[in-house]
Nanobody, 124 residues
Framework: QVQLVESGGGLVQAGGSLRLSCAAS????????MAWFRQAPGKERDFVAA????????YYADFVKGRFTVSRDDAKNTVFLQMNSLKPADTAIYYC?????????????????WGQGTQVTVSS
């Protein structure tokens, strides 16, 4: 059974930092491109970042460049999202997603595996 379990969300003040984790099981993690998406209340789900299965190339949405960093530890079947300089606009549920041998697409329809999400709330 494939599972993606996010953790690390919470309440933080603007300018603060959080580190999200997504632990995967039941899949060959090293062959999966992993991504983070987020969804704010009343809005569509947006791409945040992705890290390729091979070589670790990363991609970021423009609104997080320079503030967020995606990384992975294949030995621990875990992908991370380090979020710095957080803004109230970053408030959302953050989801991790996986696509086997994927190209790092920003289209959420291309990801078959999803976690349940973790809430991030940034206060002003």
């Amino acid at each position: 059974q494939v599972q993606l379990v996010e953790s690390g969300g919470g309440l933080v003040q603007a300018g603060g930092s959080l580190r999200l984790s997504c632990a995967a099981s039941g899949l060959a993690f090293s062959t999966y491109t992993m991504a983070w998406f987020r969804q704010a209340p009343g809005k569509e789900r947006d791409f945040v970042a992705a890290i390729l299965w091979s070589g670790g190339t990363t991609y970021y949405a423009d609104f997080v460049k320079g503030r967020f960093t995606v990384s992975r530890d294949d030995a621990k079947n875990t992908v991370f999202l380090q979020m710095n300089s957080l803004k109230p606009a970053d408030t959302a549920i953050y989801y991790c997603a996986g696509q086997r041998r994927g190209p790092g697409s920003a289209d959420d329809r291309e990801y078959r595996r999803w976690g349940q999400g973790t809430q991030v709330t940034v206060s002003s």
